[in-house]
């Protein structure tokens, strides 16, 4: 079996678009990937394109070493951009062995662990910045049968936060906390919005709410000072789906604190990276 062709999917959203690419080969079987970082769908495309030629007249079942082909055969590093059309790629072949052998991508991978995963909302607070708003958008989010959401009620805030603003994001919260229940998952991303130690800070203003996570907390340029937010609030740290190396996750082992790891296979380079 060898590959004929890698075409792209570019699907357009309300709030976001997604890169899908499918994998052609020359016995018929053809499998699904996918390529989406916010803000960069045509240039991911671009880059699966210009790799595609690495991937022609490749068997698709050798999973690994064709993503190895894809990524060492380029002499320099691509970052995430690299990372994320390889990704695209290297899923759409682990969905190709897959249907070649009659078994679900899981069964490849060594078998089912859970039968459901808990799923929550994101980006449904399109709304205007305001307790009541919100607590009216949630509406909708319960409508859909979801049991969870995630909000960012920080507005335009960066590095630091004044006392007004801070004071509208706990009122918006406390609002969805009193609405929901306190056994309703509120999940807090912070976008890496603010510094080390402003978001420790304000982290521990929300722990009466029992937010269920704060995520990025702070910088994307090195991992420790996310550790040091975790160290500084009894909320779960989430970080790790915009980390594109997986020696990233290595330190954020050794600094330690950050309690929820979120390794996202299409920065990652795809599925095979994402188990090591």
């Known amino acids: 079996m060898r590959i004929t062709q890698v075409e792209t999917i570019p699907i357009g959203a309300t709030w976001k678009n997604w890169l899908f690419v499918r994998v052609h080969t020359d016995e018929g079987l053809t499998g699904l990937g996918e390529g989406t970082l916010n803000g960069f769908v045509r240039t991911i495309e671009t880059a699966v394109h210009e790799l595609e030629h690495l991937a022609i007249g490749q068997d698709p079942r050798d999973v690994t070493a064709l993503a190895r082909r894809l990524t060492e055969s380029v002499s320099n590093d691509g970052g995430h ?123 521990r203003l929300f722990e009466r709410l029992d937010v269920y996570w704060w995520e990025e907390p702070t910088t994307r340029e090195r991992e420790a000072p996310t550790a040091e937010v975790a160290r500084g609030t009894s909320l779960r740290v989430a970080t790790g789906e915009t980390f594109h190396l997986v020696g990233q996750f290595f330190t954020l082992a050794r600094e330690e604190g950050v309690g929820i790891w979120q390794p996202e296979p299409m920065s990652l380079g795809g599925i095979g990276p994402s188990l090591t």
């Open 81 to 203: 951009i690299h990372k994320t059309a390889v990704a695209a790629i290297e899923i759409a072949c682990w969905d190709i062995l897959g249907k070649s052998l009659d078994a679900p991508v899981h069964a490849l991978l060594g078998g089912r662990v859970r039968d459901s995963v808990p799923g929550y909302a994101n980006g449904w607070y399109r709304a205007e910045r305001r307790p009541e708003a919100f607590v009216e958008a949630s509406e909708r989010v319960l409508a859909t049968g979801l049991r969870a959401l995630k909000l960012d009620p920080f507005g335009t805030a960066a590095g630091f936060v004044d006392a007004t603003e801070l004071t509208l994001a706990l009122d918006i919260v406390s609002a969805l906390r009193s609405h929901l229940g306190e056994a309703f998952p509120i999940l807090i991303d912070v976008h890496a919005r603010f510094t080390a130690a402003e978001s420790a800070r304000i982290a």
